[in-house]
């Protein structure tokens, strides 16, 4: 399975952005049990969830996202979307998308979104 990220980039404090990534395989399928998300790394920081929404649309947020970001997925795509609102500066870092099904997991490359203040 290979994920493909789009959305990253540079805006200014209190902008918004919206990433996208989309499975090559089916990951929102019957039996699949899946699940895709967002991480994010920032320098000399260690990876975090900030996002994640399994088949049955059920969604889990970092505490620092909450309010301001929103996932979403259309399952027949096996698409997930990150809408983030009200970005701050300590939003910037890389973004990873990250698919879950059974006992497997898959990255995408990264994305980075840079919010100035």
């Known amino acids: 399975v290979q994920l493909v990220e789009s959305g990253g980039g540079l805006v200014q404090a209190g902008g918004s952005l919206r990433l996208s990534c989309t499975a090559s395989?089916?990951?929102?399928?019957?039996?699949?049990?899946?699940?895709m998300g967002w991480y994010r790394q920032a320098p000399g920081k260690q990876r975090e969830l900030v996002a994640e929404?399994?088949?049955?649309?059920?969604?889990n947020y970092a505490a620092s996202v909450k309010g301001r970001f929103t996932i979403s997925s259309d399952n027949a795509k096996n698409t997930v979307y990150l809408q983030m609102n009200s970005l701050k500066p300590e939003d910037t870092a890389v973004y990873y998308c990250n698919a879950k099904r059974t006992i497997e997991s898959y990255w995408g490359q990264g994305t980075q979104v840079t919010v100035s203040s």
């Open positions: 929404i399994n088949s049955g649309g059920s969604t």
């Open positions: 395989g089916t990951i929102f399928g019957v039996y699949t049990m899946g699940v």
